[in-house]
T-cell receptor, first 113, second 112 residues
Framework: DAGVTQSPTHLIKTRGQQVTLRCSPK?????VSWYQQALGQGPQFIFQ???????QRGNFPDRFSGHQFPNYSSELNVNALLLGDSALYLC????????????FGSGTRLTVV | DQQVKQNSPSLSVQEGRISILNCDYT??????FLWYKKYPAEGPTFLIS?????DKNEDGRFTVFLNKSAKHLSLHIVPSQPGDSAVYFC???????????FGPGTRLSVLP
């Protein structure tokens, strides 16, 4: 039973560029949440997708956007990258728009230079 | 404004002894709390949770205590094992919220 899968595992981008990160939820899960974890800090909630719609959003600018596909997988897009966007981006899946049973992926390490 | 605080960045404990990790929160609306463990190059792994209607929850070697009046929770690991060495995150959620607010983490080292 595959857990949460994220791709790529590592990524280096130049300031000003755009990036897309991908997430496949755990089998049976239909809700995907994205978190940003800066170095030395805890994960910070970006947004959550359920039924292909953004259901809740944290305190992140509009440069951060997402999408959920009919197969429940999700993408996180970040435009106009800043050096401060360098972080580990974590995807978590759960069932039915719920806060219970969160399962995290291993993350995508984004470095902006 | 940090709503979930873990004031000890690191903790070292001898194998077989008790590890106590502490967490404080400021938002009295939080009603669900969790502890996650994270190894390097892996995502956080769920350890144990507690609802605000309880003051204690136990799962094997792990026990979480919640003191709502003090807005404080703690994770006890007994006995501690070298494999418990990891970063531990405390997280909290408001009612009807689908997101968690995480603390900055405490790095636990269990020494053989």
């Amino acid at each position: 039973d595959a857990g949460v899968t994220q791709s790529p595992t590592h990524l280096i981008k130049t300031r000003g560029q755009q990036v897309t990160l991908r997430c496949s939820p755990k089998s049976g899960h239909d809700t995907v949440s994205w978190y940003q974890q800066a170095l030395g800090q805890g994960p910070q909630f970006i947004f959550q997708y359920y039924e292909e719609e953004e259901r809740q959003r944290g305190n992140f600018p509009d440069r951060f956007s997402g999408h959920q596909f009919p197969n429940y997988s999700s993408e996180l897009n970040v435009n106009a990258l800043l050096l401060g966007d360098s972080a580990l981006y974590l995807c978590a899946s759960s069932l039915r728009n719920s806060r219970y049973g969160y399962t995290f992926g291993s993350g995508t390490r984004l470095t902006v230079v | 404004d940090q709503q979930v605080k873990q004031n000890s960045p690191s903790l070292s404990v001898q194998e077989g002894r008790i590890s106590i990790l502490n967490c404080d929160y400021t938002n009295s609306m939080f009603d669900y709390f969790l502890w996650y463990k994270k190894y390097p190059a892996e995502g956080p792994t769920f350890l144990i949770s507690i609802s605000s209607i309880k003051d204690k929850n136990e799962d094997g070697r792990f026990t979480v205590f919640l003191n709502k009046s003090a807005k404080h929770l703690s994770l006890h690991i007994v006995p501690s094992q070298p494999g418990d060495s990891a970063v531990y995150f405390c997280a909290a959620s408001p009612p009807y919220g689908q997101n968690f607010v995480f603390g900055p983490g405490t790095r636990l080292s269990v020494l053989p």
